[in-house]
């Protein structure tokens, strides 16, 4: 049984598994699932009064079609993985079925024990989906940073622009303002990078802002999707911050209380887009 085990999870798991095939069938990508976040506060008639808000909405609505794609996948799986599956290559998890099939076919349905067959099945589809809500965020942040630009009045190419077309920046810097044509220059003023989650890893950013720029770490903090870990009193508690801080780096978080006391290198995205909008 261990070996069967065992066989099962090399079948399922992995990139090549057939929980990440179905996934992959299902699951759009970080643009995709913006994009329907962005249709659902349209469906909704969700309209917004600050980047903060928005940014806030975007976030939980995207969660909210991925948790709805998720139960699909969840009730669809031993069907859709059974059809993409083959003899060879997935035996134990065919077998399983199989014997699970057999006994619900039969006259007398043992549905415990039926249940009992794809138990292990569930099991790692349910590991798998607790290590993917840890994961999936992808740069969906951008993506919607990106958008609310333009919901708030600025076009790409004009009041910003993506540091990959910039052939000489770092490509973890995600934005420069204002926007320079191919080659990175002493007119632009802002430099931003987006991470999702602040933790020790924000290091890494630090060494690659110019040293003549305003530079800023776009987050996700005071969204109530990462959990109370990331919320704004957590997040300023953060020593990475201070030491982001020396550098002069700033922080943008969520920040839906206007009366909330921070320290001066954390602002709100409102701030931080009242800061852009002055380059103009």
């Known amino acids: 049984m261990e070996g069967d085990h065992f066989q099962?999870?090399?079948?399922?798991?992995?990139?090549?598994?057939?929980?990440?095939?179905?996934?992959?069938?299902?699951?759009?990508?970080?643009?995709?699932?913006?994009?329907?976040?962005?249709?659902?506060?349209?469906?909704?008639?969700?309209s917004f009064t600050n980047p903060d808000q928005a940014l806030s909405y975007l976030l939980s609505a995207e969660f909210e079609v991925y948790q709805t794609i998720e139960n699909k996948i969840f009730q669809e799986f031993i069907s859709r993985a059974y059809e993409i599956s083959s003899k060879e290559k997935h035996p134990t998890f065919r077998n399983t079925v199989q014997r699970m099939q057999k006994m619900v076919n039969q006259d007398r349905i043992e549905i415990v024990e039926a249940v009992g067959q794809v138990s292990p099945v569930i099991k790692l589809l349910s590991e798998s989906f607790s290590q993917s809500r840890k994961t999936r965020a992808g740069n969906s942040l951008a993506i919607h940073i990106s958008n609310l630009f333009h919901e708030f009045g600025m076009k790409e190419?004009?009041?910003?622009?993506?540091?990959?077309?910039?052939?000489?920046?770092?490509?973890?810097?995600e934005f420069i303002f204002p926007a320079v044509d191919e080659q990175f220059s002493a007119n632009v003023k802002i430099i931003a990078a987006t991470k999702?989650?602040?933790?020790?890893?924000?290091?890494?950013?630090?060494?690659?802002?110019p040293s003549h720029t305003d530079n800023y770490i776009l987050t996700a903090s005071g969204s109530e999707v990462f959990g109370t870990r990331a919320s704004i009193e957590n997040f300023v508690r953060q020593n990475v911050l201070k030491e982001g801080a020396k550098r002069g780096i700033k922080f943008v978080a969520?920040?839906?209380?206007?009366?909330?006391?921070?320290?001066?290198?954390?602002?709100s995205y409102s701030t931080f887009f009242d800061n852009l909008k002055s380059l103009s």
Do not use: C, W
């Open 196 to 209: 999702t989650t602040v933790n020790d890893g924000v290091r890494s950013l630090f060494t690659q802002f």
């Open 157 to 173: 190419g004009i009041h910003f622009a993506h540091s990959k077309t910039i052939s000489n920046l770092g490509r973890s810097l």
């Open 254 to 267: 969520i920040v839906e209380d206007d009366e909330l006391d921070l320290p001066d290198y954390v602002i």
């Open 8 to 46: 099962l999870k090399s079948e399922l798991l992995g990139s090549q598994g057939l929980i990440s095939r179905v996934r992959s069938q299902v699951v759009p990508d970080s643009y995709g699932l913006a994009k329907r976040a962005r249709k659902l506060a349209k469906e909704r008639m969700i």
